[in-house]
Each structure stands twice: as C-alpha cells, then as structure tokens.
C-alpha cells in the first residue's frame, strides 16, 4: 500500500531512492524492463517510447493524442482534455478552438456571464478550499458541477449580517469588504472565502460583506452539497475526514498552550 501511494506520488529524494530498491526487490526482470524507463527524470519523450514499446504500440503524433482524449469514453479525462488542449493542429484549428470561436460569435455554445470558467477551472479554484483540499479531481469536477459563477458590480451587499443564508462563496477575481455594524473586520481578495459555517449547518449571517470592486464569485448552496454528498457518499466521508483533521489540530493547538 505504500508503495502505491510513492507510485501514485512519484518521488524525489529519499522517497526515489526507498520505491527503486523496492521495486527492483519486489518485480520480475521482465516487470522491471517495462515499468523502470517510465520513471525517473527522463524525457517525456523517452517515457512515452518506453512506455508505447510496452503497450505494443507505436508513439502516437500530438494531434491523434489530442482527438483521442477528446473522444475518451471516460467523461473526467474529456473535461480536462478540452480544458487544456487549445492551439492549431497540422489539420487546422483544434475542436476546442473551434467550439470557443463559436461561443464568441454567439453560436450555440454560447454561455451568459454567470458561467465563465469550465468545470476544470472551477473545480481547481475548490481545491484551493481548506473543506475541500482532500477530494480527487473527479470529485471537485462533480462538485463544480453544482457550483454556480456571479459577478457583482462595487458596492454590492452580497451578505447582509443577521440574514438566513446557507451558502458559501469563493472570489476568484476582486476584493470585498468585511464588516460588523461599524466596524471594520478584514478585507478579503482572491481564493479567500466565506460562509463556510453557512453551507454546513444553514446559520444567520454573523457580518456583512461588500464589494470594494467587480468581483467574480463561485457560489455553492447548501442544498446542492447536501443532495450531491446524499449521492455520492465518498465526497460527504472526504469532508467529514477534513473537519475532523482540523478539529484535531485545533484541539492540539489548545492544548499546547494551556
């Protein structure tokens, strides 16, 4: 199990040095002949020899490596394909370009302002979310499924203290201000976040927070976690891993300085 986990990983240093001696211990001459060359800080290109030689298979040109993750069967490995691969091809301009030319020029694709980043963008954004930080990109993506883009203008009241509310938002572009009556309590700019307590157990908003500029948020309501947590349990047992790590930690911390 270890060993996978250093596989899954990779390794540098001494953790290189502990997977190489065990794998030599531990595989067949023969095992070892194709897994070995993929590994290391060898080139790309060396690594897709080797590992095309393995498989029987010749290494295939960039464009048929791009066509065929952008028709894989497998919905995780499309999304990141067409979140990733952009640029002209040998044959003419990639399928991501063509269907984002069609998006700008008002085709079928067309999205309104409040869906601007793709499901990869977003689910990239969440894992930067302390509740989130132990959830596989497959989750996030799923996630980012229920998770809706805003934009709001200065001077936008997007929390009111003492209101019911029951969600959490993430910036990713702008700042706001964080207030409690009078008092000034932070302001807040990219990748922070707030609400957190709100999408967990549905409380009345203990500040009020203000645009200082535009901002764009990512929104996620409390009823969309539940019912996609209610669907996939792995997610719900992720997040509950999370708090309670952090309430270890907390627990630790309190107890070191008493």
């Not at 531990?26 to 020899?49: N, V």
């Not at 998006?103 to 979310?129: C, N, Q, R, W, Y």
């Not at 792995?234 to 907390?250: D, M």
């Amino acid at each position: 199990a270890e060993l996978g986990d250093l596989l899954k990983r990779g390794g540098s240093g001494a953790n290189s040095a502990i997977l190489y001696e065990a794998l030599d211990s531990l595989l067949s001459p023969h095992e070892k002949s194709q897994l070995m060359p993929l590994m290391g800080d060898r080139s790309q290109e060396l690594r897709a020899r080797s590992a095309a030689a393995a498989l029987g298979i010749r290494v295939p040109a960039a464009e048929e490596a791009a066509a065929a993750l952008l028709d894989d069967n497998d919905d995780l490995t499309r999304r990141l394909a067409e979140a990733t691969l952009s640029g002209p091809t040998p044959s003419g301009p990639s399928r991501v370009d063509t269907e984002r030319d069609a998006t700008l020029a008002g085709g079928p694709g067309i999205v309104d302002d409040g869906s601007v980043l793709s499901p990869v963008e977003i689910a990239l954004h969440l894992k930067s979310l302390p509740l989130f930080d132990g959830l596989t990109i497959r989750q996030l993506i799923d996630l980012a499924d229920v998770v809706r883009e805003v934009v709001h203008p200065p001077g936008t009241v997007v929390v009111q203290m003492g209101d019911d509310d029951d969600c959490l938002y993430l910036i990713v572009e702008g700042s706001v201000r964080v207030t409690r009556g009078e008092t000034l309590l932070s302001e807040m700019g990219v990748k922070s976040f707030f609400g957190e307590i709100a999408v967990l157990e549905g409380e009345r908003r203990t500040a009020t927070v203000t645009t200082i500029d535009q901002v764009r948020l990512l929104r996620l309501d409390r009823g969309d976690l539940l019912r996609l947590m209610e669907e996939m349990p792995a997610i719900a047992i992720c997040i509950c891993q999370t708090l309670s790590k952090k309430v270890r930690e907390l627990t630790e911390r309190v107890r070191s300085e008493i």
